[in-house]
């Protein structure tokens, strides 16, 4: 079939700014599809209008049934850069869509600043939980941030502040591209920059005084970091149980008794596309991980109130399990026949009966069985010793 669905990227400037192919292709389109701000740019089309409904994906049924007609989606900048092309091409085939991106906010915000895209973090915050900022904000980092409406610079400046990154730029760009486009900036902890336009993007060049809190990129992090009731993995346990669960690139795992959550949040902090589901039957302590996962950066941990095994069920297929607290035969079962081949489980036992347990399971399934001892100094009279905590005896196997 011939590409008749266009996807093509529109600026600030309009359709005077557009490649005479873009401005060919708006004008034969038998339907433009857009937002109420992009609809608005392209004023001389005498084409059908689609605004984007809510949620967008009730738009597709629509533009599926011009199949094989002109029809051309209008979009910001790069469409394929946090952009509407992703959705779209989940319905349509690539051979029937024909893109025209133009620079995108990223793009014209580096520009702007002379900074190298490639050194940047490119975020997006539009339609994205604020908190997935957190992770990037790394010393000497600099960050261009898709805001979510005039009160995101704001936001990021009294964050950059609480952090202990009050010395940190922010630079608002706002309608770039455009008759109307401004630049201001600010420093985060004096920050009072009025009447922000509402499309704006913030570059933020960060400066973090010696004490802030900056989350490290190696896992195990300090234990107080984490709100919890005592029922925590620690943190060198959890460095040597997160170096066993291997988490790769947008990988998803289940957290079986998740306690405070500490194991689900590092696995997803090791990559901005990785998945887990937090599984803890109580309510308290779900409360608590719901409130760890949005103070460390990780809003989008699901986390599922519930028992195992029965709670196992209906969750999406994991890459790799972790069980810290409740492991019991049939939840070991469960989690095994959950894994697809070359799936990762780890189990961290403390109780002798669910070291009998791992020691069966090691015998019956291979894998490895390591014994874990910390000790940390603590004083006596005028002197120190170690005080060993309680051995854990890990189980952490491949399944076949």
Same mark, same amino acid.
Do not use: C, Y
């Given at each position: 079939m011939e590409k008749w669905l266009s996807i093509v990227g529109i600026g600030e400037d309009g359709v005077d700014a557009l490649a005479p192919a873009a401005r060919t292709l708006i004008n034969q389109a038998t339907l433009i599809v857009g937002g109420a701000r992009h609809l608005s740019l392209v004023s001389e089309s005498k084409a059908? !209008?689609?605004?984007?409904? =809510?949620?967008l994906t009730d738009a597709i049924p629509l533009i599926l049934a011009r199949r094989g007609a002109p029809v051309v989606v209008v979009a910001s900048g790069d469409p394929f850069f946090y952009g509407v092309g992703d959705l779209i091409s989940r319905h349509v085939a690539r051979d029937e869509i024909f893109c025209i991106p133009s620079p995108s906010a990223f793009s014209l915000a580096a520009a702007r600043l002379n900074w190298s895209q490639q050194d940047c973090a490119l975020v997006s915050l539009h339609g994205r939980a604020f908190e997935r900022i957190t992770p990037f904000l790394q010393p000497r980092a600099r960050i261009i941030a898709l805001s979510w409406d005039e009160t995101t610079p704001t936001r990021l400046a009294d964050h950059l502040t609480k952090l202990g990154m009050g010395a940190s730029r922010l630079f608002v760009l706002e309608r770039l591209g455009g008759s109307?486009?401004?630049?201001?900036?600010?420093?985060? %902890? $004096?920050?009072?920059?009025?009447?922000?336009?509402?499309?704006? @993007?913030?570059?933020i060049d960060v400066v973090a005084a010696p004490a802030a809190r900056t989350i490290p990129r190696?896992?195990?992090?300090? +234990? +107080?970091?984490?709100?919890? +009731?005592?029922?925590? @993995?620690? !943190?060198?346990i959890r460095a040597v149980t997160l170096s066993a669960l291997?988490? !790769?690139?947008?990988?998803?795992?289940? %957290?079986?008794?998740?306690? =405070?959550?500490?194991?689900?949040?590092?696995?997803?902090? $090791? %990559?901005? $596309?990785? !998945?887990?589901?937090?599984?803890?039957? +109580?309510? @308290?302590r779900a409360a608590r991980i719901a409130r760890n996962a949005i103070a460390l950066g990780v809003p989008d941990l699901a986390i599922v109130k519930g028992a195992a095994p029965q709670a196992l069920e209906d969750l999406r297929t994991p890459d790799a399990i972790f069980i810290g607290g409740g492991a019991n035969e049939a939840t070991l079962e469960a989690a095994w026949r959950a894994l697809p081949s070359q799936g990762r489980i780890v189990v961290n036992g403390v109780t002798l009966e669910t070291q009998a347990l791992l020691t069966q399971a090691f015998k019956a399934k291979g894998g490895d069985l390591i014994h874990l001892q910390i000790s940390r100094a603590?004083?006596?009279?005028?002197?120190?010793?170690? %005080?060993p905590a309680m051995a854990v005896l890990q189980w952490r196997a491949v399944k076949p």
């Open positions: 059908e !209008r689609l605004q984007w409904p =809510s949620p109307k486009e401004r630049i201001r900036e600010g420093r985060a %902890d $004096s920050f009072n920059l009025q009447a922000i336009a509402a499309l704006n @993007t913030v570059a190696t896992p195990g992090l300090p +234990d +107080d970091w984490f709100e919890n +009731d005592g029922q925590l @993995t620690k !943190r060198e291997a988490p !790769r690139k947008g990988e998803t795992l289940w %957290d079986i008794g998740a306690g =405070s959550g500490s194991i689900s949040i590092e696995w997803m902090l $090791s %990559d901005p $596309s990785n !998945r887990a589901v937090a599984l803890e039957r +109580d309510e @308290t603590r004083p006596v009279g005028r002197f120190h010793a170690l %005080d």
